[in-house]
C-alpha cells in the first residue's frame, strides 16, 4: 500500500477482526501514519440483562417465589460469565501495543507519546505478534458443576487467546537499549504495511 493510494481515504475497519491505516504527508518531510486497530471479542455485557430474564421465566413456570429465584440465579450466572471473560480479554489485551498514531521522516521518528528519536539513534524496527511466547494458563478438573465450569472458563480463556493472536501484530522501534511500540493491535498484513513503509522513509536495510 504506497502512502499516495492511502492518503486518498480515511482509515476503516470493516469488521472487528480487521485493522487499516493511512499514511499522509505531514509537511516538513514528515510522514504521518495513522492507525486503526483491530477491536477482537468483547464482553456481552447485555447477558447481564438477558439472564434475569430466562431464569425467571424458567422460575415462573413452577411457581412465583421460584420466578424469583431463577432470577437471582439467572443474575449471578451472567454476571459471572460477564466477569470471567472480562478478566480473560484483559489478561491477553495488557500484552498489546494500542493502535494511534506516529510520524516519520528520513531525520527521525516521533513516538505516540511525542518524543523525537533521532534515526541515527535507531537499532532496528521490528515488527512481531505481542501475544506469541505469551503463557495461556487455564485450570480445570473437579466434578459436577464445579469441574464443567472450571473446564468452560479453560475454553474459553483457550479461545480468547486464538481470538486475540491473529490481531495482535505491533511495530516497534529499538533504540537506545529499549523497544518502543509505534502501533498494535493490527494483524498480519497492516503490521507489514506499516513497518516496510516506515523502513523505507528511514532508510533502514
Request: aromatic letters at 6%; glycine letters at 14%.
Amino acid at each position: 500500500m504506497s502512502a499516495t493510494a492511502a492518503a486518498g481515504a480515511r482509515p476503516a475497519v470493516p469488521h472487528p477482526s480487521q485493522s487499516s491505516y493511512r499514511a499522509t504527508d505531514a509537511g516538513g518531510g514528515w510522514m504521518r501514519f495513522d492507525v486503526v486497530g483491530a477491536v477482537g471479542p468483547t464482553v456481552p455485557a447485555w447477558l447481564l440483562a438477558v439472564g434475569p430474564v430466562v431464569g425467571g421465566c424458567l422460575g415462573f413456570q413452577i411457581g412465583t417465589a421460584q420466578a424469583v429465584g431463577g432470577i437471582i440465579a439467572g443474575l449471578f450466572l451472567a454476571a459471572c460469565y460477564v466477569i470471567g471473560r472480562a478478566s480473560s480479554l484483559s489478561t491477553f489485551r495488557r500484552h498489546r501495543a494500542p493502535a494511534g498514531s506516529f510520524v516519520v521522516s528520513p531525520q527521525a521518528i516521533r513516538l505516540p507519546s511525542g518524543r523525537e528519536i533521532p534515526a541515527k539513534s535507531v537499532h532496528r524496527l521490528v515488527c512481531r505478534n505481542a501475544l506469541d511466547g505469551v503463557f495461556i494458563l487455564t485450570t480445570g478438573g473437579g466434578s459436577g458443576m464445579a469441574g464443567g465450569a472450571a473446564a468452560l472458563g479453560a475454553a474459553r480463556h483457550t479461545a480468547d487467546a486464538n481470538a486475540l493472536l491473529p490481531i495482535s501484530y505491533q511495530v516497534e522501534v529499538e533504540a537506545e537499549g529499549r523497544s518502543y511500540p509505534l502501533a498494535g493491535c493490527m494483524t498480519g498484513a497492516t503490521a507489514n504495511a506499516v513497518f516496510e513503509e516506515t523502513r523505507r522513509i528511514l532508510g533502514l536495510s
